[in-house]
């Protein structure tokens, strides 16, 4: 950022006073082409505000905002004066750093300058250098930044053990990059140092890329054992750290709250006496060096030991009479600040601040806009580049389907609003009918989405809004002075920001819940409507979409979704999928500048868009439209008949489940039965896990409308992505390769021997299969089966079936060694293919790449199915690869007996079927498997 060079440097200068040396500093800035003259009129201007004298001996002078004009280019000049020159506040300047900055640049070379220049010793070094290589050298290294916030605790492990605890604190550094496994090393030969009060420290400098500090709670603290600190760095760069650590300690009381924000305030030096409150900062051009000044003016008139930290900062707090520091800060427009106080006049003085704070410390300010909320990043993005006509985009395939239809794009409307109001009972009862306006309006939807995917989600959005602890923190807000809409965003804000600082998936996904929730209620306290799209067919466009955006789609209408961010188990992604609607999601930035009517091709199979398509490309969409639309009402007439090919191979097509209730509609779209019940839904809607009988009533309504049709239960699969409320898990930096599926399980066997015991109850002899998920070998599998013979030694049931679902290659590349054991295989391609390409599955940018045609996930198929055949076994694949257009014939030619896919994606999975031959089928397979990777198999596919 600073690219200083020794031209910049003017050593040994003399002035006869501070005006000749800002002289001199103009001219020279005048000489590097970094200004025109007028820039120093500019500069006198900002003198005359206040004096740029940061301490140490140290000036910065600068132009006003209005003199920015005059700056041509970014840059600093760096004149020394040995012999000092007095200042116009009396101070002695031996070092002037002259600064020409255009717009924000401004801040962060102040940002940077102040960290370098509180190196102790520094300004002295640079008020005698008579080297001027030696002092770029000194001014250019950027400050070591160490790290200790948010996303460096875990706090409530769910363990006793110390060095548990130090190794979740070290895990937590390795995952954000900090140190590296050698760092990992060390701290599991080391055993950790007792600091008191039940807290323990491990430090090493070995592996650390960056100095870091984390701090590890257990869920239940004890006198013995309270936390784990893990540092990492050499000491001298750990000073800073080492401070935190004492500043904790300082409070020599036990921890109170295990909450995020209460231990980065300890950490931050705040006492647990201090009064304490958040501000915005209005200031356009953050705090930099003149409301910075201001703001140690006025923390300087109280009797307080005021301090100061960034919300969404690295969790320093510092003092605020310290101008350097406060600089340092980097505070911006929008971001909140935490004061603190301690002293006789700590209320007083918390307040005062947080009033000149919102006052603009001596400049003019305005109210922060509602897209403002966010604080404005460092680096602007640069404005997407606009969509070629006809050229195809890619991304990730989310929905399959094709549609062809004018965009509508949704760009959230503006919410303006002020920041501030003085009539706060005004302002509660606003704030309490928007929320019961939203809460009718959730209601409508609900209703609107009954029996439909969308519902659970949205009253999941009821909940929230009656969330008693965000309405009183909302109405704190506005008792401290802030508007409805104000305070309601601010608590919003907050809670979200809590949860997205767990750094759990699907923690994080709640939190743009609590947004899309909280944004509601704002758009009805500002009383502006939603975006309306048009009464014509179109295609929706937006940069994601929430679940009450979904859920609020009309079918009628909507030919298809694109959406820039998100991946293909976003929950737009997921509720698409369940509309039937072809989407397509995570396209960037640049789908935004799609302008509203234009016409748009979606292309849910092969993951694509294509704005304006030329005629003969639009000529092949219709035609390949008409197809579609003749094959599904064709496939729905014979959606009873079986799957059977042209030269007579029948295979089973069933119905992926969720939730029981489902089942008839199943039943209805042809299914041949269940061919995956994925059971751990029915225990996320309950509060605890559900008894024996609440399960049995569940399994039996599956069975009830199967009348006859096989159901295939996967047992509980749980951990990964899919936490359950009420079985807390340690924290794990790699969950999917961590405790989750049949490893869970067998950890509670008796969890899993209810469920089973429900599972044989229900069944009552009706067909049931069972399948054990994420199972790696056979050791696990007869771990678990032993459980099953257990339960029906007690309950007999004719015809089970126990089975192992094929997730990861472990269990696909030994599927020899079980197969002699097992009823059946399911391949459940979704995670097979996370584990064999290395994909996190719900990766937002990687996502796409995570493809079931990869020729090693169909290797791996066919060693299944190869070994299954040789004893007998059947084979299912039920992951999404199984109603995926090109894989079918694929699969069909792999030799499986049955696929499984959502159940509206029953009658044309059936249809496709009915149009093959075996033969060409096993053409296909053997084409496939000759491939190098995903996209040569794909490509083959399509041209044959
Ligand atoms: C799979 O992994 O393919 C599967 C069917 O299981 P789930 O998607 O529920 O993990
Ligand atoms: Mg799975």
């Not at 940002?111 to 030696?134: F, N, Q």
């Not at 030096?269 to 953050?286: K, P």
């Given at each position: 950022m600073l690219t200083l060079t020794a031209n910049d440097i003017r050593l040994g200068c003399t002035a006869t006073d501070w005006q000749d040396a800002l002289t001199?500093?103009?001219?020279?800035?005048?000489?590097?082409?970094?200004?025109?003259?007028?820039?120093?009129?500019?500069?006198?201007?900002?003198e005359q505000q206040s004096s740029t004298v940061l301490g140490n001996g140290i000036a910065i002078p600068h132009g006003t905002p209005e003199s920015r004009d005059a700056v041509t280019s970014t840059g600093i000049r760096v004149l020394q004066f040995p012999k000092g020159v007095t200042w116009h506040d009396n101070a002695t300047v031996t070092v002037l750093v002259a600064i020409a900055a255009q717009s924000d640049e401004h801040?962060?070379?102040?940002?940077?300058?102040?960290?370098?220049?509180?190196?102790?010793?520094?300004?002295?070094?640079?008020?005698?250098?008579?080297?001027?290589?030696?002092?770029?050298?000194?001014?250019?290294?950027?400050?070591?930044?160490?790290?200790?916030?948010?996303?460096?605790?875990c706090l409530g492990v769910n363990t006793r053990a110390t060095s548990e605890l130090a190794m979740s604190a070290a895990a937590r550094l390795q995952g954000l990059g900090c140190v590296d496994s050698a760092f990992m090393k060390e701290i599991v030969s080391q055993p950790p140092v007792g600091l008191g009060q039940g807290f323990w420290l491990v430090h090493h400098s070995i592996g650390s890329i960056r100095p870091a500090l984390?701090?590890?709670?257990?869920?239940?603290?004890?006198?013995?054992?309270?936390?784990?600190?893990?540092?990492?760095?050499?000491?001298?760069?750990?000073?800073?750290?080492?401070?935190?650590?004492?500043?904790?300690?300082?409070?020599?009381?036990?921890?109170?709250?295990?909450?995020?924000?209460?231990?980065?305030?300890?950490?931050?030096?705040?006492?647990?006496?201090?009064?304490?409150?958040?501000?915005?900062?209005?200031?356009?051009?953050?705090?930099?060096a003149r409301p910075a000044k201001q703001l140690v003016q006025e923390a300087r008139q109280h009797n307080a030991d005021i301090r100061i930290r960034l919300a969404e900062g690295d969790g320093n707090s510092v003092s605020a009479i310290s101008l350097t520091r406060i600089i340092g800060l980097g505070a911006r427009r929008g971001q909140t600040l935490i004061i603190s106080a301690t002293g006789d006049d700590a209320e007083q003085a918390v307040k005062a601040v947080c009033q000149a704070i919102s006052d603009g410390l001596g400049e003019t300010v305005s109210p922060l806009r509602h897209h403002e909320s966010q604080p404005e990043s460092a680096e602007p993005e640069s404005a997407p580049e606009p969509l070629a006509d006809d050229e195809p985009l890619k991304a990730v395939a989310a929905s399959p389907g094709l549609a062809l239809a004018p965009a509508f794009v949704m760009r959230q409307p503006t919410l303006d609003y002020p920041a501030t109001a003085s009539d706060a009972n005004e302002q509660t009862a606003r704030l309490g009918r928007a929320i019961d306006e939203a809460d009718g309006q959730l209601r409508t939807l609900i209703r609107q989405a009954e029996g439909g995917e969308a519902a659970p989600i949205l009253s999941v959005h009821v909940e929230m809004l009656q969330d008693d602890d965000l309405y009183q923190a909302a109405l704190e807000a506005i008792n401290e002075g802030a508007s409805a809409e104000a305070g309601w965003w601010r608590a919003i804000d907050t809670a979200a920001r809590a949860q997205e600082a767990l750094a759990d998936r699907l923690l994080a996904e709640r939190a743009a819940d609590l947004r899309d929730v909280g944004r509601r209620v704002l758009a009805n306290l500002c009383g502006v409507a939603m975006p309306t799209p048009p009464d014509e067919p179109y295609v929706l466009v937006a940069d994601d979409l929430g679940p009450s955006d979904v859920a609020r789609l009309d079918t009628q209408r909507v030919r298809g979704l694109i959406t820039a961010r998100g991946g293909a188990t976003s929950h737009s992604a997921i509720l698409a999928r369940a509309l039937g609607l072809p989407a397509v999601v995570g396209a960037g930035n640049r789908i935004l500048t799609i302008s509203d009517g234009t016409d748009l091709v979606v292309d849910g199979e092969r993951g694509c868009l294509v704005p304006n398509?030329?005629?003969?490309?639009?000529?092949?969409?219709?035609?390949?439209?008409?197809?579609?639309?003749?094959?599904?009402?064709?496939?729905?007439?014979?959606?009873?008949?079986?799957?059977?090919?042209?030269?007579?191979?029948?295979?089973?097509?069933?119905?992926?489940?969720?939730?029981?209730?489902?089942?008839?509609?199943?039943?209805?779209?042809?299914?041949?039965g269940i061919g995956l019940l994925r059971t751990e839904f029915i225990f996320m809607e309950h509060p605890e896990a559900p008894d024996l009988d609440t399960q049995v009533k569940e399994y039996r309504h599956a069975f009830d409308a199967l009348d006859g049709l096989p159901l295939v239960a996967r047992t509980l699969d749980v951990g990964g992505d899919k936490p359950l409320d009420y079985w807390p898990l340690p924290h794990e930096d790699n969950p999917f390769l961590g405790l989750r599926g049949i490893r869970l399980s067998l950890t509670r066997p008796e969890i899993l021997e209810t469920q089973i015991r429900a599972l044989l109850t229900a069944a009552d002899n009706r067909p049931l299969r069972i399948m054990f998920p994420m199972v790696k070998d056979l050791e696990e599998f007869r771990a678990a089966k032993a459980i099953v013979e257990r339960v029906r030694a007690e309950i007999p049931c004719q015809g089970l079936q126990v089975g192992v679902m094929i997730e990861v290659p472990s269990c696909a590349l030994l599927a020899h060694t079980l197969a002699p054991e097992v009823d059946f295989f399911s391949v459940g391609t979704n995670d097979l293919t996370q584990y064999t390409l290395a994909i996190d599955r719900g990766h937002g940018q990687l996502s796409a790449e995570s493809d079931g045609l990869h020729p090693s996930v169909l290797q791996l198929i066919r060693m299944t199915v190869e070994a299954a055949h040789a004893h007998q076994r059947w084979v299912g694949i039920c992951g999404e690869l199984a109603s995926d257009p090109q894989a079918i014939p694929v699969l069909l030619?792999?030799?499986?007996?049955?696929?499984?896919?959502?159940?509206?994606?029953?009658?044309?999975?059936?249809?496709?079927?009915?149009?093959?031959?075996?033969?060409?089928?096993?053409?296909?397979?053997?084409?496939?498997?000759?491939?190098?990777?995903?996209?040569?198999?794909?490509?083959?596919?399509?041209?044959?």
């Amino acid at each position: 950022m600073l690219t200083l060079t020794a031209n910049d440097i003017r050593l040994g200068c003399t002035a006869t006073d501070w005006q000749d040396a800002l002289t001199q500093a103009s001219q020279d800035l005048q000489e590097a082409g970094r200004i025109t003259p007028d820039y120093h009129a500019g500069m006198l201007a900002r003198e005359q505000q206040s004096s740029t004298v940061l301490g140490n001996g140290i000036a910065i002078p600068h132009g006003t905002p209005e003199s920015r004009d005059a700056v041509t280019s970014t840059g600093i000049r760096v004149l020394q004066f040995p012999k000092g020159v007095t200042w116009h506040d009396n101070a002695t300047v031996t070092v002037l750093v002259a600064i020409a900055a255009q717009s924000d640049e401004h801040l962060d070379i102040l940002r940077h300058l102040t960290r370098v220049l509180d190196k102790p010793g520094l300004a002295r070094k640079l008020a005698e250098a008579d080297d001027a290589e030696a002092l770029v050298t000194l001014l250019s290294k950027e400050p070591v930044v160490p790290k200790c916030d948010a996303q460096t605790l875990c706090l409530g492990v769910n363990t006793r053990a110390t060095s548990e605890l130090a190794m979740s604190a070290a895990a937590r550094l390795q995952g954000l990059g900090c140190v590296d496994s050698a760092f990992m090393k060390e701290i599991v030969s080391q055993p950790p140092v007792g600091l008191g009060q039940g807290f323990w420290l491990v430090h090493h400098s070995i592996g650390s890329i960056r100095p870091a500090l984390a701090l590890a709670t257990p869920k239940e603290p004890s006198d013995e054992l309270a936390g784990v600190f893990c540092l990492a760095g050499p000491g001298d760069d750990c000073r800073e750290l080492l401070e935190r650590i004492d500043n904790f300690l300082a409070q020599n009381t036990p921890l109170e709250s295990q909450s995020v924000d209460a231990v980065l305030s300890r950490l931050s030096g705040e006492q647990a006496n201090a009064v304490s409150e958040r501000v915005r900062l209005l200031n356009t051009h953050g705090l930099h060096a003149r409301p910075a000044k201001q703001l140690v003016q006025e923390a300087r008139q109280h009797n307080a030991d005021i301090r100061i930290r960034l919300a969404e900062g690295d969790g320093n707090s510092v003092s605020a009479i310290s101008l350097t520091r406060i600089i340092g800060l980097g505070a911006r427009r929008g971001q909140t600040l935490i004061i603190s106080a301690t002293g006789d006049d700590a209320e007083q003085a918390v307040k005062a601040v947080c009033q000149a704070i919102s006052d603009g410390l001596g400049e003019t300010v305005s109210p922060l806009r509602h897209h403002e909320s966010q604080p404005e990043s460092a680096e602007p993005e640069s404005a997407p580049e606009p969509l070629a006509d006809d050229e195809p985009l890619k991304a990730v395939a989310a929905s399959p389907g094709l549609a062809l239809a004018p965009a509508f794009v949704m760009r959230q409307p503006t919410l303006d609003y002020p920041a501030t109001a003085s009539d706060a009972n005004e302002q509660t009862a606003r704030l309490g009918r928007a929320i019961d306006e939203a809460d009718g309006q959730l209601r409508t939807l609900i209703r609107q989405a009954e029996g439909g995917e969308a519902a659970p989600i949205l009253s999941v959005h009821v909940e929230m809004l009656q969330d008693d602890d965000l309405y009183q923190a909302a109405l704190e807000a506005i008792n401290e002075g802030a508007s409805a809409e104000a305070g309601w965003w601010r608590a919003i804000d907050t809670a979200a920001r809590a949860q997205e600082a767990l750094a759990d998936r699907l923690l994080a996904e709640r939190a743009a819940d609590l947004r899309d929730v909280g944004r509601r209620v704002l758009a009805n306290l500002c009383g502006v409507a939603m975006p309306t799209p048009p009464d014509e067919p179109y295609v929706l466009v937006a940069d994601d979409l929430g679940p009450s955006d979904v859920a609020r789609l009309d079918t009628q209408r909507v030919r298809g979704l694109i959406t820039a961010r998100g991946g293909a188990t976003s929950h737009s992604a997921i509720l698409a999928r369940a509309l039937g609607l072809p989407a397509v999601v995570g396209a960037g930035n640049r789908i935004l500048t799609i302008s509203d009517g234009t016409d748009l091709v979606v292309d849910g199979e092969r993951g694509c868009l294509v704005p304006n398509p030329g005629a003969e490309r639009r000529d092949r969409i219709n035609r390949r439209l008409d197809q579609l639309t003749r094959l599904q009402a064709q496939a729905h007439e014979c959606r009873n008949e079986p799957a059977t090919t042209t030269d007579g191979h029948t295979i089973d097509v069933c119905a992926n489940l969720g939730n029981t209730a489902h089942t008839p509609d199943a039943v209805d779209r042809g299914a041949d039965g269940i061919g995956l019940l994925r059971t751990e839904f029915i225990f996320m809607e309950h509060p605890e896990a559900p008894d024996l009988d609440t399960q049995v009533k569940e399994y039996r309504h599956a069975f009830d409308a199967l009348d006859g049709l096989p159901l295939v239960a996967r047992t509980l699969d749980v951990g990964g992505d899919k936490p359950l409320d009420y079985w807390p898990l340690p924290h794990e930096d790699n969950p999917f390769l961590g405790l989750r599926g049949i490893r869970l399980s067998l950890t509670r066997p008796e969890i899993l021997e209810t469920q089973i015991r429900a599972l044989l109850t229900a069944a009552d002899n009706r067909p049931l299969r069972i399948m054990f998920p994420m199972v790696k070998d056979l050791e696990e599998f007869r771990a678990a089966k032993a459980i099953v013979e257990r339960v029906r030694a007690e309950i007999p049931c004719q015809g089970l079936q126990v089975g192992v679902m094929i997730e990861v290659p472990s269990c696909a590349l030994l599927a020899h060694t079980l197969a002699p054991e097992v009823d059946f295989f399911s391949v459940g391609t979704n995670d097979l293919t996370q584990y064999t390409l290395a994909i996190d599955r719900g990766h937002g940018q990687l996502s796409a790449e995570s493809d079931g045609l990869h020729p090693s996930v169909l290797q791996l198929i066919r060693m299944t199915v190869e070994a299954a055949h040789a004893h007998q076994r059947w084979v299912g694949i039920c992951g999404e690869l199984a109603s995926d257009p090109q894989a079918i014939p694929v699969l069909l030619g792999l030799d499986v007996d049955e696929l499984s896919v959502t159940s509206r994606r029953v009658p044309l999975v059936k249809a496709c079927i009915r149009g093959l031959s075996r033969e060409h089928a096993r053409e296909q397979a053997k084409l496939a498997l000759g491939k190098a990777t995903a996209a040569e198999v794909r490509d083959a596919l399509e041209t044959l």
